[in-house]
């Protein structure tokens, strides 16, 4: 099942340049790639530290191929090699210092930039709408180098044992957000956002809904996360990841995919993956405030 977005009664695109006549937001392949994704990693996040980074690494590499493919990304082969070196560079870190927090990262992404212009230069004569390309290679850049702070979270907690614990319920939660909200837009996608885009604010509070009910089965027996606080913090990662799918929503809005092939295959992919990823490091500085 898929919701069409149907091109302006104009004929002209709303940015005046790409065709909105293909453009699709696939809900139900994007449901599916939340339960897989969101199973996956609260999986690896109870069994142990390399059990989770390796679930992070392979959420990181089909979120570089759903984003660089899926967008048609301009420099596409040295956008890859650029976000897989930012992927693997954030993956190192967070495991070798990880009592850094999140500002060992900050060094990845200061590395990533000076990387992301010389990918530019290396285009040659292919170098055109550079600037399309230098900011989508960014926002690959910042996916999957937000992503490791699950690594960090689960550090963060692991002294009261109950790290893979908190990381399992704040993926549950988050994953079951996206999940709740791909169905009511299924069904009734209203009040949408924006007419042209079939996303709804009924789903966004159903996603906060569900994220506080899965926050209240699983994080409110932790000893950090009583007295409502594990509700608290599943509701807001509900809310927030929903937000998060709904701005995906008008990525995919703003660039439309041909009419078969990887490109259109890998569109649910980008949106389930890339607010599981912009989502953690939201996620570990709630529980640390929580926590404080």
């Given at each position: ?35 897989l994704?969101g ?49 693997g ?62 690594l ?74 009583l ?55 939201v ?10």
């Open positions: 099942m898929a919701c069409v977005i149907e091109q302006a009664p104009d004929g002209h695109p709303p940015d005046g340049d790409l065709p909105q006549d293909n453009v699709e937001l696939n809900h139900l392949g994007s449901l599916v790639v939340a339960v994704a199973a996956g990693l609260a999986w690896a996040a109870r069994t142990s530290a390399l059990a989770l980074l390796i679930a992070v690494a392979v959420v990181q590499a089909l979120l570089v191929l759903a984003w660089v493919f899926g967008t048609r990304l301009p420099g596409a082969k040295g956008a890859v090699v650029v976000a897989a070196l930012a992927a560079g954030a993956d190192v870190t967070v495991s070798i210092w990880p009592h850094g927090r999140l500002g060992t990262l900050l060094i990845v992404f200061g590395l990533s930039l000076p990387v992301m212009f010389v990918h530019q230069l290396m285009r040659g004569a292919a170098r055109l709408r550079i600037v399309e390309s230098l900011g989508a290679v960014a926002m690959a850049v910042v996916g999957v180098v937000a992503l490791p702070a699950l960090q979270l689960r550090h963060e907690f692991s002294t009261s044992s109950t790290g893979g614990k908190v990381v399992s319920g704040v993926v549950a939660a988050a994953a079951g957000a996206l999940i709740v909200g791909y169905l009511v837009d299924l069904v009734m996608p209203a009040p949408r956002f924006d007419p042209a885009v079939a996303r709804g604010l009924l789903a966004v509070v159903a996603s906060a809904g569900l994220g506080g009910s899965v926050g209240h089965l699983m994080l409110e027996n932790q000893a950090n996360f007295a409502g606080r594990g509700t608290f913090v599943g509701a807001a990662v509900g809310a927030l990841v929903a937000f998060f799918a709904v701005a995906t929503a008008f990525i995919e809005y703003a660039t439309p995919v041909p009419e078969a092939g990887f490109a259109r295959r890998v569109r649910p992919v980008l949106s389930a993956l890339l607010p599981l990823s912009l989502l953690a490091p996620a570990f500085l709630l529980c640390l405030a929580i926590r404080a």
